[in-house]
């Protein structure tokens, strides 16, 4: 009895244990490589697969359309197969993968190498139309509609015609989608948006008929539930690639698991075809969702790269990668909130990898054996009391800066002679959309300034504020409204109160009068504001606070009367204050504080001065938005407080 006993438990152990290791997932590889050289090379010596056309009746079209498709090698009636819906580009048709992708290549050579599940590709015209031919103007409206309505025909024409005439699998699990710019966003538009229906989605260089994130992904938690592998692909310097990056981000920012491969290249076939291979070795099999964020991503150029510059290059973490070229310096750096050495190699290239960026503008300059120069690869900006190279970080929550198509404004430079100064001087003005069509409309003016080392470019090119405002009306969440932007450089510092004064009778002596000489503006403080950053901000009190009667909205960013150097200042604007509490309530209906967090330079500063305006019982709203003494700080500054004006 006790050794029965003893065989039923040792008998029990093994099932238990055969149990854990026949059902245990097994995953495919962490990584599919890219392709190595020859991955797209004709091999003789392998088994081939079959490339047919076929014709079926779209009812959607009304006319019979043509597709072809490639079945794998051995392909049998009596097995089922699983099936890859494969799509082409806005200049191509049915035979683009065919012509200039080598699909038939690359699938058998992943057969020989066992890399494939067997399945069955579908190349269709996604073009859905009478005459779904690629000619004349590509571009027409009746064109670029048919690659939409092609989700109609695929999934109640195409789809059912190929579960007919071919023995493959029928649900979801056994459908996939992908394709190449224009198809890349009909794939990632029609496969997230019917994940009933498909649970591979793969997007190579997606073009701009992407539908916006949030509307391809509008239930995250459904999108992890249901999707087995979503690939996203583009070249690193491929001028679509920010439809890419948005919807990565997107993602990134809802857990979605994801593939973001990005690689050197273009908009071509080098990068597609990659993706092809890439791809396909991921379907209809097991796959760890955990290896998809290590991925590489090569560095694409950043958007404010001048030209076709490769450098320098932003990593999917925000490090940014410099290159430049420089035989005979003996030492190069580069400046970027702090000092990078940069290697040089045999052939005179100099290199470096920075630490990860924060979001959104900052300046950089290069140091060339200890003299500071604008990088010629890249935009410049007047900043830091000189001209000085620029770099754009791309985050998710950039949208609201983000060029859409949505009505947009103007900004005009208006010129002028200023009796204050004595001097020609000009100013940057922002119209907002409609401004020259609405001719009897009149608008509420905003005033808004600059920080110390900039002047009236500032806002207009480092802040964005011409796109911040777009986004904001065509939003409903901003009142049309005029920007004026001044050089609020007068000679004389605004740490000392000669320059603020200099610059407030130039505000009220020069700028508003001429403002509402030459623009459609609505008159009276109720439909003025003033704001600026920095020594913006300075002048924002001192004008601001002096003159409640010529302005209801005070937005203070980043600034703060400076300790001890402008102590009497600030004694004389709070004893004014205390004086005139009631008036400055009355007449302000905003006076909006903010700063950039701890690590902004004028944070101690403006806590010191809020204290004051609380113990004066002045009211006064404030804010903190993470990112220091910096232009992403006031750009979400000016979005936020664009909102509360004039209402």
């Keep these: 009895m006790i050794k029965l006993n003893r065989l039923k438990r040792i008998r029990q152990l093994f099932l238990v244990g055969a149990f854990f290791l026949f059902n245990k997932p097994v995953f495919s590889q962490g990584i599919v490589e890219p392709a190595a050289v020859g991955f797209d090379v004709e091999k003789v010596d392998i088994p081939h697969g079959q490339i047919d056309t076929i014709t079926y009746y779209s009812k959607t079209v009304g006319n019979n359309r043509k597709a072809i498709t490639y079945t794998p090698p051995g392909y049998s009636k009596n097995k089922k197969y699983p099936v890859l819906y494969l799509l082409h580009g806005i200049g191509g048709d049915e035979k683009e993968w065919l012509n200039g992708g080598k699909p038939q290549v690359i699938l058998d050579n992943l057969y020989a190498a066992g890399k494939l599940e067997p399945m069955i590709?579908?190349?269709?015209?996604g073009r859905a139309m009478k005459d779904d031919r690629a000619i004349g103007n590509i571009m027409s409206k009746d064109k670029v509609d048919a690659f939409a309505a092609f989700e109609k025909d695929l999934l109640n024409d195409l789809i059912p015609f190929i579960e007919k005439k071919f023995s493959v699998y029928k649900d979801r699990e056994h459908r996939a989608i992908a394709g190449l710019s224009m198809g890349g966003g009909q794939s990632l538009n029609f496969g997230l948006g019917n994940l009933q229906k498909f649970a591979w989605v793969g997007g190579f260089s997606s073009a701009p008929n992407t539908k916006k994130p949030e509307e391809l992904v509008p239930d995250p938690e459904k999108a992890k539930a249901m999707l087995k592998v979503l690939f996203i692909s583009c070249g690193a310097s491929d001028n679509l690639i920010a439809n890419s990056e948005r919807t990565h981000h997107y993602l990134i920012k809802n857990n979605v698991p994801h593939i973001y491969f990005i690689e050197p290249g273009v908009h071509d076939f080098k990068v597609w075809k990659n993706g092809l291979y890439m791809f396909s070795q991921l379907l209809f099999k097991p796959v760890d969702t955990a290896a998809f964020s290590k991925y590489p991503v090569s560095g694409a150029p950043a958007s404010t790269n001048i030209g076709s510059n490769k450098y320098p290059q932003i990593l999917s973490d925000h490090r940014v990668v410099f290159n430049m070229n420089a035989p005979g310096a003996k030492k190069v750096q580069v400046d970027l909130g702090k000092k990078y050495d940069m290697i040089k190699d045999d052939a005179g290239n100099w290199t470096v990898t920075t630490d990860s960026i924060s979001e959104g503008f900052h300046y950089y300059s290069l140091i060339i054996d200890d003299i500071p120069v604008a990088d010629p690869s890249s935009k410049t900006y007047y900043g830091m009391g000189r001209m000085a190279s620029g770099i754009e970080i791309p985050f998710s929550g950039g949208g609201y800066y983000a060029l859409k198509d949505v009505p947009h404004g103007d900004i005009r430079i208006q010129k002028y002679y200023s009796k204050v100064m004595n001097a020609w001087r000009q100013v940057y003005i922002y119209t907002p959309p409609g401004y020259n069509a609405q001719i009897n409309e009149k608008y509420p003016v905003l005033y808004i300034l600059h920080g110390g080392g900039e002047d009236e470019t500032g806002w207009a090119s480092q802040g964005k504020a011409d796109l911040i405002l777009d986004n904001l009306i065509a939003?409903?969440?901003?009142?049309?409204?005029?920007?004026?932007?001044?050089?609020?450089?007068?000679?004389?510092?605004?740490?000392?109160?000669?320059?603020?004064?200099?610059?407030?009778?130039?505000?009220?002596e020069v700028l508003i009068p001429l403002v509402e000489k030459n623009y459609r503006t609505k008159s009276g403080g109720m439909n003025r504001a003033l704001a600026g950053l920095s020594?913006?901000?300075?002048?924002?009190?001192?004008?601001?606070?002096?003159?409640?009667?010529?302005?209801?909205?005070?937005?203070?960013?980043s600034s703060g009367w400076v300790v001890p150097r402008q102590n009497a200042i600030a004694e004389r604007q709070y004893?004014?204050?205390?004086?005139?509490?009631?008036?400055?309530?009355?007449?302000l209906k905003q006076l909006w504080i903010a700063m950039g967090g701890k690590e902004d330079i004028a944070y101690n500063n403006c806590q010191l001065m809020v204290d004051q305006f609380?113990?004066?019982?002045?009211?006064?709203?404030?804010?903190?938005?993470?990112?220091?003494h910096t232009w992403p700080v006031w750009r979400?500054?000016?979005?936020?407080?664009?909102?509360l004006l004039f209402k």
Excluded: C, W
């Design 121 to 125: 590709v579908v190349m269709p015209n």
């Design 535 to 557: 020594m913006g901000g300075m002048h924002t009190l001192y004008a601001g606070l002096r003159n409640t009667d010529l302005f209801a909205y005070l937005g203070v960013f």
């Design 475 to 508: 939003a409903r969440q901003a009142t049309p409204m005029l920007i004026v932007m001044p050089d609020a450089n007068v000679g004389a510092m605004a740490f000392d109160e000669g320059g603020l004064k200099i610059f407030e009778a130039e505000l009220k």
């Design 575 to 587: 004893a004014f204050m205390k004086t005139n509490k009631d008036k400055i309530n009355t007449n």
């Design 636 to 643: 979400n500054n000016l979005y936020n407080f664009a909102t």
């Design 614 to 628: 609380r113990n004066l019982a002045v009211n006064f709203s404030y804010q903190e938005y993470p990112g220091g």
